[in-house]
């Protein structure tokens, strides 16, 4: 049954503590690393019966790391976009809804950073150094990708807001809801990205997903009932892809690593399972699953799909930090190009990843108390978020006939 929490939970009302400050890029990849190893104890358990992470939020949040993409001119760590892909897929390997949870979060820093007003930044940037956490309302069922028809209409000095959405990642455990709207202005119509807070009058959050992977990321619904917000919580959003911006290839490197690391988690499942617990096939004439020559070959390749997808993640990341620095036409367009490659490999190694597992551990590890399967689960679910094929598409279409790709934030 779907949960409907309006007003939001206490839970989410203030931070509960002020968040450590992430020193550089080092220090947040050593906080990662530390906070993954706690979240992978109970991942199993808060899949099969759907437990919200609330305390283990509380904790990811507090260890600072919702903040490193602040600028270090605004109090942040300022950590490259390598580094935060290794941050989120380090996290997913350990839990890959906790990996995906703060995904929009980032993804609205960058849409402040790029559109936003230098009031607008210092105001947002505070926010988040104080523990707030970002959720979204970007996607409406039943309609195009930016063709919304949640409405931004004009009540004095402010706006009101009215609408639904769904697929709304975080804003179950968010303070503010970055929310996509259309406006009416001069007989034509704008999209902004508005900051919602989650606790304003009109709000209703449903908690109504019910997909088979990614169990808790809180990513159902989201209603506006004439809620007001601020203008100065209104930032533009599509004209910001009216010039070249690094928007789209940021969001979509965090996607290929959240995919990674679920890839990754599903291969250190793997091997002990296979070294410990799996039986060894009667024609391998081996005493242990770990000896067989086919097991040990599939392995390797595993492992080589698994470097691969990382190396192309770490490539993405440092042309798209070379794109932040100077961005035009044609840096923005190596970066979505590399981060399609980037999540085309990190698509296919997740999968395989998660599939070989069984293949290699063999019945024993299907047993429902193990939970490995959520690993498959996961990357079926989150490598649907945009097709593939047409990063295929795009990719073939630049190097073969010096196709720049669409500016949108799905590439």
Not at 142 to 153: A, C, P, S, V
Not at 188 to 196: D, E, I, P
Not at 202 to 226: E, K
Request: charged fraction near 25%; charge should be neutral; hydrophobic fraction near 45%.
């Amino acid at each position: 049954m779907a949960l409907i929490l309006s007003p939001a939970p206490l839970e989410a009302a203030t931070p509960t503590r002020t968040p450590e400050l992430i020193h550089d890029d080092a220090h947040a990849i050593a906080v990662a690393r530390r906070l993954a190893a706690d979240f992978a104890r109970g991942a199993a358990l808060r899949d099969r019966e759907r437990r919200l992470p609330w305390d283990e939020l509380e904790a990811f949040t507090a260890s600072g790391l919702w903040g490193i993409t602040v600028p270090r001119e605004h109090g942040g760590a300022g950590v490259s976009n390598e580094t935060l892909a290794e941050v989120v897929a380090t996290i997913s390997a350990a839990d890959g809804s906790l990996g995906q949870i703060p995904q929009n979060h980032y993804y609205a820093l960058e849409v402040l950073r790029v559109g936003g007003s230098a009031a607008q930044r210092r105001f947002f940037y505070g926010r988040v150094l104080a523990g707030e956490r970002f959720g979204n309302a970007l996607a409406e069922i039943g309609h195009k990708d930016f063709q919304r028809r949640t409405r931004l209409t004009r009540d004095g000095e402010a706006w009101r807001v009215d609408g639904r959405k769904f697929y709304c990642t975080g804003a179950l455990y968010a303070h503010w809801i970055p929310t996509l709207v259309m406006a009416a202005e001069g007989g034509r119509h704008v999209s902004y990205l508005a900051f919602v807070p989650r606790d304003a009058e009109g709000v209703a959050i449903t908690d109504d997903w019910d997909g088979f992977g990614q169990r808790v990321t809180g990513s159902g619904s989201v209603s506006f009932d004439g809620v007001r917000v601020e203008a100065q919580w209104v930032v533009p959003f599509l004209a910001s892809f009216e010039r070249p911006t690094t928007i789209g290839p940021f969001a979509q490197l965090l996607h290929a690593a959240i995919d990674l690391g679920i890839g990754r988690g599903a291969f250190e499942a793997t091997l002990p399972f296979v070294r410990e617990r799996s039986r060894p096939w009667i024609d391998a004439k081996v005493e242990r699953a770990s000896e067989d020559p086919l097991a040990i070959q599939q392995v390797g390749e595993v492992a080589v799909h698994l470097r691969a997808a990382e190396a192309l993640v770490r490539r993405a990341g440092r042309i798209v930090d070379a794109a932040q620095r100077a961005p035009d036409e044609r840096s923005v367009a190596e970066a979505s190009i590399t981060v399609a490659e980037a999540r085309v490999r990190t698509t296919t190694a997740s999968l395989d990843a998660s599939t070989r597992l069984f293949e290699l551990a063999g019945t024993a590890a299907t047993l429902d108390d193990l939970g490995l399967d959520r690993f498959w689960r996961n990357a079926r679910t989150h490598t649907l978020h945009d097709p593939v094929r047409w990063k295929y598409h795009a990719v073939g279409n630049y190097y073969l006939n010096d196709r720049l790709p669409p500016r949108h934030g799905a590439l």
